[in-house]
């Protein structure tokens, strides 16, 4: 399903090359609930932009879905978003001018599959049918999360990443989120890679990814 | 999901994207499209202005009629590169006219006219005035009528009875409106019965309502009459009538050949005459008003400018400010083009709406001009055609940049964009 294979990503710094991923290999299979965990400055958040396509490896190679994807262009790599890919992020990232159910929408929308019932059929999933008509600014920040989730959700994807997703939540909303996450991952068998600092969430994951230092420090099944 | 229905989502989705993001804002995107109002509605109503006085200029030409023609002595650029005054130049005759009335095909109405600027003087008002003589047949030249009184006939012409026909402000100048008929009238060194005054034509140069009328042998007798070598005696000019405007061109040729061939012009002289047509006059005319009409334009075009300007600031202000909804868009897909497409259409889409909005405003006030002000305006639907497509074209120039910048973010750094 997804498999990394010696990837480095290096950002310029200055006149210096700052090397943020140094060979990172590792292989996720089709249906797996993977954490990825590691102190902040690890390299984990630069691993989830290159899973979610938002950024392409300085070198190695990338395959998701069995496409070889590192040396895609922007325009090559947003296709694969738009249809392989669903983002859960930290901050919700919702467009607050638009209503549960519009934001949901507009998630698929860019796979061309824009179309109310689905994206119904999706807030239902996590519960949040009769909040549909309402703004972001009128949800919680953990129904506000289950709107995200629902949009990510909506279009189908293979994959699922999830940031931090119970970042920004309190501990109740927080294990809420973890719930809908793992049992979706159990019903609709869906690959789900979530980046958290939390253990007691990566507790929830069948295998946890441990980096550091831009390497894999560790790969165990939990 | 049908392929088609998708389809047809796909065109309409950045129309309602961008209707989504000019909406959110409506103080901002009504204050945006301000200059665009107000750019559209001068170019509509300053146009509506120039477009109403090109009409009316061109209506009382039509009044005179477009059949008419005259002929004037001197040519129309003399070596010099100078126009000589007309009427400075004594080289149309009697003899002339009469040659063109008998040998010219298609034309009707010859009349002959010597003028001369007098002093009119009636009971204790006074005024200089240009004095023609002319014959009964300038009635129907000049497609006059009397108000009151009749013109002279062809008796007064052979008897060359001293009575006169007032133009319409001669008349209000002279009598301050009251009845001149049977008045007594001071021409210079004779004295005149007034007969007639006849309906106003409207300022047009030339126009007859400035001018007094009288039989051209009673002219002759007011002022000395000069003649030519030949002997032939000399006039200011002669007016005709063309009985097919078609043919104008022809008769505007024979007029010129057999009015040469009487002058006795050797082949490389230049004409010692010149062949006006009012169809001319009126083309002329017709276009220095369209020039000044798209100065007035150009100048108002300026505005639309300014306008377009301020469209670009307040995208890119918009562009900046919502970094974040780009990223999330982006992170769900988006292609550059999508994003590019949608500012695109937001900020053509503020344009069009300040551009209807302007039309309705610049009619309005054009309506309102002429309604309660002194000029007659007339807006043309081209016009109004061409300030919308050029205010959306605005749009999409100065929304050019904006939405390039906002396709081309990064999506990882636009999402951390607070």
Same mark, same amino acid.
């Given at each position: 399903m997804i498999r990394l294979q010696d990837i480095v990503k290096t950002y310029p710094m200055g006149n210096r090359e700052l090397q943020v991923l140094r060979g990172v290999s590792f292989t996720i299979e089709q249906g797996e609930l993977v954490a990825i965990m590691g102190p902040s400055g690890s390299g984990k958040s630069t691993i989830l932009n290159l899973l979610g396509c938002l950024d392409v490896p300085t070198s190695g190679k990338y395959y998701i879905d069995g496409q070889e994807v590192s040396q895609l262009s922007s325009n090559e790599l947003a296709h694969i978003r738009a249809h392989k890919i669903g983002f859960v992020f930290q901050q919700f990232n +919702? +467009? %607050?001018? +638009?209503?549960a159910l519009s934001n949901v929408i507009l998630g698929l929308e860019y796979a061309d599959s824009d179309d109310r019932k689905l994206a119904m059929d999706s807030l239902t999933t996590v519960g949040l049918a009769d909040r549909a008509h309402h703004r972001p600014t009128e949800l919680s920040g953990g129904e506000q999360q289950r709107v995200a989730i629902a949009r990510a959700l909506a279009k189908n994807p293979p994959l699922i990443l999830a940031d931090? %997703?119970?970042?920004? +939540?309190?501990s109740r909303s927080g294990e809420e989120i973890i719930s809908i996450l793992t049992s979706l991952h159990e019903e609709q068998k869906i690959t789900l890679v979530m980046i958290t600092h939390d253990a007691r969430i990566a507790q929830h994951c069948q295998r946890i990814i441990y980096i550091k230092d831009g390497q894999v420090e560790k790969d165990e099944k939990v | 999901m049908k392929r088609s229905e998708q389809s047809v989502k796909r065109v309409i989705r950045p129309f309602s994207n961008a209707w989504g993001g000019v909406t959110s804002h409506k103080l901002r995107s009504l204050l945006t499209i301000l200059g665009i109002v107000i750019g559209v509605s001068a170019v509509i109503a300053l146009m509506s202005i120039g477009k109403g006085a090109e009409a009316d200029i061109l209506a009382r030409i039509q009044t005179l009629g477009a059949d008419l023609m005259m002929i004037n002595p001197g040519?129309?650029?003399s070596a010099g590169g100078i126009r000589g005054a007309q009427g400075s130049m004594t080289t149309l005759t009697m003899e002339d006219a009469t040659a063109i009335a008998n040998k010219v095909d298609l034309v009707s109405s010859v009349t002959p006219l010597y003028s001369k600027s007098l002093q009119l003087i009636a009971g204790s008002q006074n005024m200089n005035s240009q004095v023609t003589g002319t014959t009964p047949a300038y009635m129907q030249t000049y497609n006059l009528n009397t108000l009151s009184g009749t013109f002279f006939s062809d008796y007064d012409l052979q008897r060359g009875t001293r009575v006169a026909v007032l133009g319409y402000n001669v008349w209000q100048t002279l009598y301050g409106g009251s009845d001149p008929l049977g008045q007594d009238l001071r021409l210079g060194t004779i004295i005149v019965r007034v007969i007639g005054v006849l309906e106003s034509k409207g300022s047009v140069s030339g126009s007859p309502d400035d001018k007094v009328f009288i039989p051209l042998t009673a002219m002759q007798q007011a002022v000395a009459q000069q003649r030519t070598a030949r002997g032939e005696q000399v006039i200011s000019s002669i007016s005709l009538k063309v009985k097919d405007l078609e043919q104008s061109d022809k008769i505007i040729t024979d007029i010129t050949g057999l009015l040469r061939s009487r002058h006795q012009l050797a082949a490389t002289a230049e004409n010692d005459f010149t062949v006006t047509s009012m169809e001319e006059v009126a083309s002329t005319v017709s276009e220095t008003m369209q020039t000044t009409t798209m100065l007035l334009g150009a100048i108002a075009a300026i505005s639309l400018l300014v306008g377009g300007i301020g469209v670009m600031n307040i995208m890119l202000v918009s562009v900046l400010e919502r970094t974040r909804e780009i990223g999330i868009r982006k992170a769900l897909g988006a292609l550059d083009r999508d994003i590019w497409i949608q500012f695109l259409i937001e900020s053509a889409f503020l344009t069009l709406a300040g551009g209807l909005i302007g039309v309705v405003l610049g009619w309005g006030s054009a309506l309102l001009l002429s309604t309660f002000g002194t000029y007659h305006t007339l807006v043309s639907v081209d016009i109004v055609i061409l300030a919308v497509s050029v205010s959306v074209g605005i749009g999409l120039f100065f929304g050019f940049y904006p939405a390039w910048q906002a396709s081309r973010l990064n999506p990882i750094e636009a999402l951390r964009h607070d």
């Open positions: +919702l +467009l %607050p001018r +638009l209503s931090e %997703p119970t970042g920004n +939540l309190d | 040519s129309g650029m």
